[in-house]
């Protein structure tokens, strides 16, 4: 492997690039969605590839938002979401791959990770349930795992690191006790685990420069970038599949 | 990795050690029967590790004889027999350890796969439905899989290849034509298969020297052999987790 710039995470913005105006990002991201939406019916249609999009942030980085909003224009029948929280009795009985890999998804569909085997290594390793040693052998193990997929599978990874200022997740936070339409989603514990957050800064750096399957980095800060970085991301590497439709006889 | 000795099926035995007697053999295998449905039952109820079994060998070379067999003074409620056919439709549509992993046994548990993840750099491979580019990633997943279910949750893997000579592989094949109580078994692609015996060899090699968890060649030609031979290791490895039943107050 060809030596690669390591990334930190304090160093790189977590707000929109300066000089983009909100309403002609917000036009642009309509053009994506739909765009995006003809590219994974092609996706489906044609049932050659699988798309796996992971998204992994600290609490409050609009995960949930980008799910809701990103896919929008996708074919239902071809679209699975599977959000990791804590596990199971049973899913605790195996290795920590096992729970994920039965949701890998098929040929034609495109499936999200809402967080992921990612937490293995971040929760895990913060919380001290877990060595070095183990953290290692998991990277590994997860490095094997998604180039399996790839390979084994023609299956397209997008990881997306959902990188929140420590400021604006307080912002964040704070709103879901404030808004009666977002208090649904407060829970005391995301606070405790605030306190941690150098913590976890050091373990997403770590998963991110240890992967051999690249992360990309999404700016959150401000919302109305969010969807655009990542769909322009999605339609990019979508459009280099030349997709298209079966034909009679073929 | 230290080097390791290569082996060569050729020079391998296909038949019970000379100077053993046959009776001798029959009632030391019957004590290891019930000592290992006794290990199984602390395996069971002590739920820490888990254990996966896996044959390998040609058609005819008695991995049904031994699955039937070996196992069966085991408590039913800890153990599962996955076997192994042609891939479904959905199977195809993922990666080839996709249908593998979902079977792989959870703490306490015993699964024994009759045939296995191996099929897909066999099979696969001596028919050229892939390449020897494609053979290779495969073998690096399985080193991958198999040694994350070591690390991640405890599982003791065993790996048996049934080793039956060619004569003796007619031998059992006629049989399954001779005698009405074996016909069941006869399929005419079996005899279709045997053409390529020498590939199937060179492939089980290749599988063999290339697996990080380590096989254990077992001689069938003579079948009461057979089952003391697997039972032996299968006694041992479990002798050596100094297992015991858990008690009030720890």
Redesign the interface.
């Known amino acids: 492997m060809a030596a690669k710039q390591l990334i930190k995470l304090s160093e790189i913005p977590t707000e929109a690039p300066k000089g983009l105006k909100k309403k002609d990002v917000a036009e642009e991201t309509e053009r994506l969605v739909e765009r995006f939406g003809e590219l994974h019916h092609l996706l489906y249609a044609e049932?050659k590839h699988?798309v796996l999009v992971i998204f992994q942030g600290m609490d409050a980085s609009g995960k949930d938002g980008a799910v809701r909003r990103v896919f929008r224009d996708c074919t239902i029948a071809g679209l699975d979401l599977v959000s990791y929280k804590k596990p199971t009795e049973?899913e605790m009985?195996?290795?920590?791959?096992?729970r994920v890999?039965?949701w890998?998804p098929?040929?034609?569909m495109l499936t999200i990770f809402n967080r992921s085997h990612y937490e293995d290594i971040l929760i895990q390793r913060v919380h001290k349930w877990i060595d070095m040693t183990?953290v290692k052998?998991?990277m590994?193990?997860i490095n094997?795992?998604e180039?399996?997929?790839e390979?084994?599978?023609n299956?397209l990874i997008f990881k997306f690191y959902m990188h929140i200022s420590k400021e604006e997740q307080a912002v964040q936070l704070q709103e879901r006790l404030d808004d009666p339409n977002k208090y649904w989603k407060h829970n005391p514990g995301d606070w405790e685990e605030r306190k941690l957050w150098d913590q976890y800064m050091e373990a997403y750096e770590y998963a991110i420069n240890e992967s051999s399957v690249p992360w990309h980095i999404c700016p959150v800060d401000n919302r109305w970038y969010r969807d655009y970085f990542i769909l322009k991301i999605l339609v990019e590497g979508l459009e280099k599949l030349n997709m298209s439709m079966p034909v009679p006889g073929k």
């Open positions: 049932g699988s049973i009985a195996h290795d920590f791959l096992w890999h039965r890998a098929e040929k034609g183990r052998k998991r590994a193990a094997a795992f180039e399996l997929l390979f084994d599978n299956t």
